[in-house]
């Protein structure tokens, strides 16, 4: 599977946008783009996912790169409820999702 | 999208015994089903793939015969760990495939005393 580094953690003040990167260089032009978000003591959620075109919905917004080795998730107004590890997967053909390290959200009041 | 149950929420066991944790897809048949683990402070590791009616395919590095899935249903898959032992506490998670998504229970905490 195509790895994915994202930084460790990242802080933004609430009800500011906050963009968190991500960088998958090694893409396979199959490879779809997952967003997952994991709150305390929970199991991952879904945030969103895309392949070539940038992607709305109403969690956040997925920016990818022309090239596609990297993209960024975008959360349009952070709230308190949004701090969480964010998890950047790489999807292929595979039906299995294999998690990185992860981005931890904190989000300042 | 699915809805994904998990029982216990948490569980205590001593050491050398066997606990059970089931996996539930309450609004979905789910062919297939995965199943996490999650130290503290660290990212979640796939332990195996669970299809209905078939053997699990199991990750390198993980024991299938201290882990044994068994996939019985389409809305039910369970984990059990055999003999435990304080090196297995953990946070187990399991998911259900549906579409292009997978979809994640609440996890099981696992203390091994």
């Known amino acids: 599977d195509a790895k994915t580094t994202q930084p460790n953690s990242m802080e933004s003040n609430e009800e500011e946008p906050v963009h968190l990167p991500c960088n998958h260089s090694?893409?396979?032009?199959?490879?779809?783009i997952h967003w997952y978000r994991q709150l305390p003591s929970q199991g991952p959620e879904y945030v969103i996912h895309?392949?070539?075109s940038n992607v709305n919905n109403r969690m956040a917004s997925l920016a990818i790169a022309e090239d596609r080795k990297s993209s960024t998730l975008i959360l349009h107004r952070a709230t308190l409820r949004d701090a969480a590890v964010y998890y950047c997967i790489l999807k292929g053909n595979n039906n299995d999702m294999r998690f990185g390290a992860g981005t931890r959200l904190t989000v300042k009041p | 999208g699915a809805v994904v149950s998990q029982h216990p929420s948490w569980v205590i066991c001593k050491s050398g015994t066997s606990v059970k944790i089931e996996c539930r897809s309450l609004?979905?048949?789910?062919?297939?089903m995965f199943w996490y683990r999650q130290f503290p402070k660290q990212s979640l590791m796939l332990m195996a793939t669970s299809n209905e009616g078939s053997k699990a395919t199991y990750e390198q590095g993980v024991e299938k015969d201290k882990f044994l899935i068994n996939h019985a249903s389409l809305t039910l898959s369970t984990l059990t760990v055999t003999s435990a032992h304080p090196e297995d506490s953990s946070f187990y998670i399991c998911s259900v495939l549906s579409g292009y998504e997978q979809y994640f229970g609440p996890g099981t905490r696992l203390t091994v005393t």
């Open positions: 895309g392949l070539t």
């Open positions: 609004d979905f048949q789910a062919t297939t």
């Open positions: 090694t893409i396979s032009g199959t490879d779809y």
